[in-house]
């Protein structure tokens, strides 16, 4: 695993902005793996800038979502597949035809999610994965004591999870879902290269545990250490539990230009 600190979540989505335009270079019709909330935004808005001044071509590019509501309305514009639409898909100048995603209103949503990590398998599997991680260690919606070689399943939010959600809801926790379609940890850790980003003290626990922690399904992310190429990208805040962020420096200070990110 391999752990950059930068000053902030600018910075953080600039760097992983050009490790994914360095990808679409060597593969222009790589699958992308994304994640919603506001951490990735500044990825997703470097990437577009990128686009958009003529650095990179993703036109061939396909998109992949990490994870659904379950039971939203069709076209809800707090659904995942419409905030994908509208923060990704979009901004790149892709169709909807380049974005696959679960069904989170499929009436057999067990055969949607077994259809989803089909799905994923037969597009060549994701070749970037980009992930979020909540202040109790989730990543996609894996919370604690997922079983590390889950796949693509329904799961039942907790409270902490339902909480930090509100925002998207006029902060109504009423409206907020209380299951998801998520891809497992076992799906999630085929992708050839997994990138978490996390910003702000608040996620600084989930991140020392994460990297330093032993691996531990009450710490979904920790699995990361597992996988043979996983990135992790902190700001200052997030950093600041870590008590290897020196040595963390002095390897990327030190890093060979030819490794990429």
């Keep these: 695993m391999e752990v950059v600190i930068v000053p902030d979540a600018k910075a953080g989505g600039e760097l992983i902005a050009e490790a994914m335009a360095q990808l679409l270079r060597r593969k222009p019709d790589a699958l992308l793996g994304v994640a919603t909330g506001s951490t990735p935004l500044p990825i997703y808005e470097a990437l577009a800038a990128k686009v958009g001044g003529g650095e990179v071509d993703a036109s061939k590019a396909r998109i992949a979502q990490l994870d659904e509501y379950v039971g939203l309305p069709t076209g809800h514009p707090e659904s995942y597949r419409a905030t994908v639409l509208r923060e990704v898909v979009e901004p790149l100048g892709l169709s909807e035809g380049s974005f696959m995603g679960p069904d989170g209103s499929a009436e057999d949503v067990q055969a949607a999610c077994e259809a989803y990590d089909r799905a994923l398998a037969a597009a060549g599997g994701v070749d970037l994965q980009l992930l979020g991680i909540g202040t109790d260690g989730h990543i996609g919606f894996n919370e604690p004591c997922s079983s590390i070689a889950s796949r693509t399943r329904i799961k039942t939010l907790t409270q902490q999870t339902i909480a930090d959600n509100a925002r998207f809801f006029d902060g109504d926790l009423d409206q907020v879902p209380r299951h998801v379609i998520t891809q497992g940890i076992g799906t999630i850790l085929e992708a050839r290269h997994l990138v978490l980003l996390a910003t702000g003290e608040g996620k600084a626990d989930a991140v020392a545990a994460t990297v330093e922690g032993p691996v531990a399904s009450v710490v979904p992310a920790s699995a990361l250490q ?16 870590l008590k290897l962020s020196e040595y963390f420096r002095h390897t990327y200070a030190n890093k060979p230009a030819w490794q990429g990110l």
Excluded: M, R
Aim: proline share 6%; net charge negative; charged share 20%.
């Design 226 to 241: 597992l996988h043979p190429h996983a990135t992790v990208v902190v700001d200052e805040g997030a950093a600041s539990k």
